[in-house]
């Protein structure tokens, strides 16, 4: 971004010339950072609820007390780890990492494992290539095919775009694959729908006509892929016919998939997140991967797997999604966790200790997490709370005391990607509004009071005049300093514009691995990726047949998650929740387009207006996630506290509904 600042503050936020994954600048988000920075409804001051559940503003020494003396007692009457640590996605940057380090010199916390996002796709890409990593953006100009699977590039990675009207330009052919048409399908030549959470089945299919016809790619096969002959037996337990009969799609359409799959190289397959929040996710998307590899589309320009390019990942230790496993126990320091995914629940089951106190930063779990009801009723279940927030979010009004976050403008930090390959730096251009302090700051004088961190506490969390020196001292292992980021982004060390050019695959075979057997002791999954219907679905025949349709909460173009859809800007175009329902089912259940419609099931319901829309599948309906609850879309109320098959991510979509005229 290229950003104007004018008498402190934010006036313009322009495109960079020359920026090669985003040289058409920023999206309508991106801009309306300028009125995000300084909206009226930016929390400023430490904030103390009263016992009418409205706010009053206290001062930092209050506000900072009252932590200490909660955080004392708790530590004495239950040990650390009755405090939830939770954080999510709001910002990234190397200084989050402080935050942990505050709680490790506090003598721990209960932290979470897993993940919201993308841990099953994540997992399923380390078992089969060994590491996540793909091709550079601009790359995919080059592909011939590109398949968009269960990604919608046109409203979440906006700038993809352009490389994917570039290769059309070329005569490149496009697929894609969603059970819902999208601004993403607008120009591909075939969309297939599959029934939501069946894609394993489909791209099986399409494996077996592959290798039924001979157009794979047996050079590549015979030097760099394991278990080949198994994976290939296995795709012969299902005929096609069956496979379109579960996934519901025409038998043409696999054909055609497999048809262009076997015959047009280079291609990438881009897959996104969503069949990737079921269930069966882990294996889901390892049966898609192994599509680009019988087909030799690893390693190649214009070809690949394209989910996470986790190639800016170079601090402090591998990238491995060892993240996302329950932490083990290391420095003497006895961790507890709770899953992600079952927030709600988890809390509320643990019991040595039982958990009395959440500091929350960086995420909005009351809106974010699976089963909002569970996860409400955990917070409420603590003595106390607080949050670390720019605004007041549906978990900002949970709190005891808010703290003011700092945004991204106002402090400095060095920031990665998970699709482009470049490290950046995040300059400090605005000084914090009111008495905004940024989160290194608040742990350093909780610190401080609590006496602890001595003279390493510089090291463990950089006062504002140390940070400098922090972050050099963070880059040099890669041999870069924060004079060469001014300059400019620059690849991160080791990183390749071409991802496995080489053909090394960091797994145990060293080849790329059709049949895991970590996947299988690890996880307890088939070690060869056979699809299976995800927990709940109407597939399945043993459903509840009181919630028939199957209910997504897709991303959207205007929003990241709950954020931006506060502001003025946003609201113009987005400016309320609606539910997207198939004219066939809005009929038989009388609804009309504009009508006010509930959406429900046994876990909950909420009240929002019905859009009738042929784009979506028969049986699906659709409500896009980050609505707050005073906005009346909080969708989470619907969903169940439920893992993924691997890597502890949240099967968000393995969800039934039932919709009806309010
Ligand atoms: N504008 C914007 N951009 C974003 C974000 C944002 O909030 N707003 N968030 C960022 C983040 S954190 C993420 S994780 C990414 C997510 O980026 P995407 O993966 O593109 O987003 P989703 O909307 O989760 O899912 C993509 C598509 O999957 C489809 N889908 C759902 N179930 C299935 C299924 O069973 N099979 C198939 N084939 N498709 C299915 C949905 O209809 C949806 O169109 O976007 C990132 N970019
Ligand atoms: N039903 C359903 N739920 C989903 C999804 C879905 O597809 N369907 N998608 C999931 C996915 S992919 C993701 S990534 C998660 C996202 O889950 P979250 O990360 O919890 O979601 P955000 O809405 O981005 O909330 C981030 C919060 O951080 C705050 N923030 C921003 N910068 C800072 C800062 O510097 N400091 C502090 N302290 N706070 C800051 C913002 O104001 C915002 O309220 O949601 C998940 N939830
Ligand atoms: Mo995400």
């Not at 040289?23 to 929390?43: M, N, T, W």
């Not at 299988?520 to 990726?529: A, T």
Request: aromatic share 8%; with cysteine; charged share 25%.
């Amino acid at each position: 971004m290229c950003v104007t600042v004018e008498d402190g503050r934010l006036t313009a936020i322009e495109p960079v010339a020359g920026n090669e994954a985003t040289p058409e600048g920023p999206c309508l988000k991106g801009l309306a950072y300028v009125e995000r920075q300084h909206s009226p409804d930016r929390i400023l001051h430490p904030l103390r609820r009263r016992k009418d559940d409205s706010y009053e503003r206290i001062s930092w020494d209050s506000a900072l007390d009252e932590i200490v003396f909660r955080l004392k007692k708790t530590r004495g009457e239950h040990g650390p780890q009755a405090i939830l640590h939770y954080a999510a996605s709001g910002t990234k940057g190397l200084l989050n990492g402080c935050s942990l380090a505050f709680w490790r010199l506090f003598g721990g916390c209960t932290t979470t494992y897993g993940d919201l996002c993308w841990p099953a796709g994540l997992e399923a890409t380390r078992l089969t290539l060994g590491d996540n990593k793909h091709n550079a953006p601009w790359d995919l100009a080059n592909a011939r095919l590109i398949i968009f699977w269960g990604k919608n590039a046109a409203e979440t990675n906006i700038h993809q775009m352009r490389f994917v009207d570039q290769a059309l330009d070329a005569g490149a052919r496009l697929i894609v694959i969603d059970p819902r048409r999208t601004q993403t399908s607008e120009r591909s030549e075939l969309l297939i729908q599959p029934r939501p959470g069946t894609d394993g089945f489909l791209a099986l299919a399409a494996a077996r006509l592959l290798i039924e016809k001979g157009n794979v790619d047996q050079d590549f096969i015979d030097g760099h892929v394991h278990g080949f002959d198994e994976f290939a037996a296995m795709t012969t337990e299902r005929t096609v016919e069956e496979a379109a009969r579960i996934c519901d799609v025409p038998i043409a359409a696999i054909e055609k998939l497999a048809g262009l799959l076997g015959s047009i190289k280079p291609a990438t397959i881009c897959a996104g997140f969503g069949m990737q929040r079921y269930t069966n996710s882990g294996q889901t998307m390892r049966a898609l991967i192994a599509l680009a590899a019988i087909t030799g589309n690893i390693g190649v320009q214009g070809g690949g797997w394209v989910y996470a390019n986790l190639q800016t990942q170079v601090f402090g230790g591998d990238r491995d999604p060892i993240a996302f496993y329950p932490p083990k126990k290391p420095d003497g320091i006895v961790r507890v966790s709770v899953s992600t995914a079952r927030l709600g629940r988890d809390m509320l089951a643990q019991t040595d200790p039982p958990l009395k106190f959440a500091w929350v930063e960086r995420g909005n779990p009351l809106a974010q997490n699976p089963e909002t009801h569970q996860v409400r009723k955990a917070f409420r279940a603590l003595d106390f709370r607080v949050v670390v927030e720019q605004f007041m979010t549906d978990t900002a009004r949970e709190a005891d005391i808010i703290l003011p976050a700092k945004s991204m403008f106002e402090q400095t930090d060095v920031i990665g990607a998970y699709w482009h390959h470049y490290l950046q730096l995040r300059p400090r251009i605005l000084d914090m509004p009111g008495e905004v302090r940024a989160e290194t700051e608040v742990f350093r004088a909780l610190a401080a009071r609590l006496d602890i961190g001595g003279p390493e506490l510089d090291n463990a969390i950089p006062g504002s005049g140390y940070l400098d020196t922090w972050l050099n001292q963070q880059l040099q292992p890669l041999d870069l300093t924060i004079d060469d980021l001014k300059a400019g982004p620059v690849p991160a060390p080791g990183s390749e514009s071409v991802a496995f050019a080489d053909r090394v695959f960091p797994t145990p075979s060293g080849r790329v691995e059709l049949v895991s057997a970590e996947a299988s002791e690890r996880w307890g999954i088939d070690p060869v990726p056979r699809a299976a219907l995800p927990g709940e679905t109407a597939a399945g025949g043993d459903h509840d047949p009181a919630t028939p349709l199957q209910m997504m909460t897709p991303n959207t173009k205007n929003r990241i998650h709950s954020q931006f859809g506060n502001l003025d800007l946003i609201k113009q175009f987005d400016p309320g929740p609606e539910v997207t329902i198939h004219p066939d089912d809005a009929r038989a259940r009388g609804i009309e387009h504009g009508d006010q419609a509930v959406v429900f099931n046994r876990r909950g319901e909420f009240e929002l207006k019905a859009r009738i829309d042929g784009g979506i599948r028969r049986g699906c309906v659709s409500v896009t996630n980050g609505w707050w609850g005073e906005q009346g879309g909080l969708v989470n109320l619907l969903s169940e506290g439920r893992e993924t098959d691997v890597a502890h991510g949240a099967a968000f979509h393995d969800n039934l509904v039932e919709v009806k005229r309010a």
